[in-house]
């Protein structure tokens, strides 16, 4: 198969930022940053390291305290940009990683996938690990898309297609 180059980021996208991605399983976060060749620190990828198994959603305080043990490698490494492929869903879960941005004066950026529970749902069904049902509508119930208020420098709305626009906040 040809190999196909990374697509861009988009237009006048921060060189120097934390970015959390944030939107329900199966909104295409992991695609998103795959087909841009963007590594990430990932909740999915900790949990294979950790318990042997992407899935396995045991252990969280775990799996996040090295995530933002990692995070903090990397600011303090100087790296410009890291992204966190974590569904990110509401300010508390957030709250922790922006302020560890803040505290090495980085930046943030939201990737805010907003994909119909629908679509997220359809995808869900055909992937080999699918998340519960029962648990992706208690996750939709969850969901708060980002606001400016908790400090984002940016934001962008992802679609369902993989599109990105500038993003103000809910309506
Ligand atoms: N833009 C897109 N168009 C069509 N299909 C897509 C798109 N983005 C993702 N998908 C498909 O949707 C499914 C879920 O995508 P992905 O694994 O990226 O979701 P995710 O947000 O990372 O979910 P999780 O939070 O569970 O890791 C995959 O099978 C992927 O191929
Ligand atoms: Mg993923």
Redesign the pocket.
Known sequence: MPVRPPLPLPAGFPERAVVLLI??????????LRRRRLAALSS?ELRQTILDDPADQRHPELVFSALRHLLRARLRAGRPLTFV?A?NLSPREREPLMAIAEEYRYPCVALY?DVPPEICRR??R??GRA?PEAALERLAARLRPPASSEGFAAMYRID???GAAPYFGPQ
């Open positions: 939107g329900l399983p199966g909104a295409g976060k992991t695609t998103y999915d492929d569904t996938f995808r869900n055909r992937r998340v369902a297609a993989g």
